[in-house]
Nanobody, 117 residues
Framework: QLRLEESGGGLAQPGGSLRLACAASGFTLDYYAIGWFRQALGKEREGLSCISANGGSRKYAESVKGRFSTDKDTAKKTVYLQMNNLKFEDTALYYC??????????WGQGTQVTVSS
């Protein structure tokens, strides 16, 4: 059974950092692009980043470019989202998803990130 599980969310202060992890089970990451998304209360889901299957390509949304970075540890079957210089508006439920082709087909349950002073 293919499964993704996010972890690492929590409470952070403005300007602080958090590192989210997306652990895969039931499949390897070698053939899947992994994306990070978030959804704040009352807002639509927003795509944040994508790392290609071979890890050679990364893309970021303008809202997080320069603050967030994503990386993949294929041996650990885990993809990370490093979030620096957090802002109040980064508060949201964060998800990871796996895309075997051009469509994200597998989703995790999400981890909550709250930025508050």
């Amino acid at each position: 059974q293919l499964r993704l599980e996010e972890s690492g969310g929590g409470l952070a202060q403005p300007g602080g950092s958090l590192r989210l992890a997306c652990a895969a089970s039931g499949f390897t990451l070698d053939y899947y692009a992994i994306g990070w998304f978030r959804q704040a209360l009352g807002k639509e889901r927003e795509g944040l980043s994508c790392i290609s299957a071979n890890g050679g390509s990364r893309k970021y949304a303008e809202s997080v470019k320069g603050r967030f970075s994503t990386d993949k540890d294929t041996a650990k079957k885990t993809v990370y989202l490093q979030m620096n210089n957090l802002k109040f508006e980064d508060t949201a439920l964060y998800y990871c998803a796996a895309a075997p082709t051009n469509t994200y087909e597998y989703w995790g349950q999400g981890t909550q990130v709250t930025v508050s002073s």
